[in-house]
């Protein structure tokens, strides 16, 4: 749940919001709608980082797990050669790599039970996202987002709406408790 009580915030010309009030449920889709210039990135990031912003009132998180994001913005590093198979494997290969530098400190370590902790707060989030299974899955969530000869191909060579596609399948394989989409629909390419 996300809950805002009497929200005010403002820019040097402009004030944004004057004591907004919402919540949003758990298990239920919320839009804000609105026209270009009224906050509603804002109200996005306000929403993600909290304590980057001087507002007045109370903004409530009680969402427990993951939160999922995905930005209206197209942004990619030019220098970084990724393909989409190595960019959607990401976090399922840090939580393998995690696991296998505490299995090493085990090794030689004399004291396990800090470690053995570790250990399974690790394993438990990468269970969680179905991590010995995240390369079929890829495959499968591909095959439906009609991306599935995409593996191989660089982030780099995908239009904004391929891109933003693979944003959406990345967020949501993470197994996100709620997720905020910026604008999800920009770039991509709706046949009508």
Request: hydrophobic fraction near 40%; aromatic fraction near 10%.
């Amino acid at each position: 749940m996300i809950k805002a009580e009497k929200l005010s915030y403002s820019f040097p010309q402009k004030e944004l919001y004057n004591k907004v009030s919402f919540t949003i449920e758990d298990n239920v889709h919320c839009a804000f709608i609105g026209t270009n210039g009224t906050g509603k990135s804002t109200m996005v990031d306000m929403i993600l980082h909290p304590d980057d912003h001087l507002y007045e009132g109370k903004l409530t998180m009680d969402v427990p797990g993951r939160i999922g994001y995905v930005s209206q913005f197209y942004s990619l590093d030019e220098e970084k050669e990724e393909t989409v198979f190595t960019y959607l494997s990401e976090t399922f290969v840090q939580l393998q790599n995690q696991i296998n530098e505490i299995c090493d400190a085990m090794a030689t370590a004399e004291d396990l039970e800090p470690l053995m902790e570790k250990y399974q707060t690790v394993m438990d989030e990468f269970q969680a996202i179905d991590g010995d299974f995240y390369e079929s899955n890829i495959h499968k969530q591909l095959k439906v987002a009609g991306l599935k000869d995409y593996e191989d191909k660089l982030l780099t060579h995908l239009s904004g709406g391929e891109f933003k596609l693979v944003q959406v399948i990345r967020e949501m394989m993470i197994s996100p408790k709620f997720i905020i989409m910026d604008e999800p629909d920009v770039f991509l390419d709706l046949s009508i």
